[in-house]
């Protein structure tokens, strides 16, 4: 018989990885304009999975980057991740 993991056991909260500063930044102005993620990607043409991505620092996001911080007016990162 197969057993499950111990890491995935009934009752085990997955650990979600942290924001970068520039995900903070971001989170916070979407606060600010009472705007979901969701809502924002639809507007700006933005895949949800991207965003998320780039705002906890899975993925560089070159391509969309820019586009973030300057339709929010915020300050882009200075480094991908």
């Given at each position: 018989m197969r057993t499950v993991p111990e890491v995935c056991?009934?009752?085990d909260i997955?650990?979600?990885?942290?924001l970068t500063p520039f995900?903070?930044?971001v989170?916070?102005?979407?606060?600010?304009?009472?705007?979901?993620?969701k809502e924002f990607c639809k507007k700006h043409n933005i895949?949800?999975?991207r965003l998320?991505?780039?705002?906890?620092?899975?993925v560089p996001g070159k391509k969309?980057?820019?586009?973030?911080?300057?339709?929010?007016?915020?300050?882009?990162?200075?480094c991908p991740i």
């Open positions: 056991q009934k009752g997955m650990k979600s990885k942290e995900g903070i930044e989170k916070k102005r979407l606060l600010e304009l009472n705007m979901s993620q895949p949800e999975n998320s991505e780039i705002l906890h620092g899975t969309y980057r820019e586009k973030i911080a300057s339709v929010l007016g915020i300050k882009p990162p200075s």
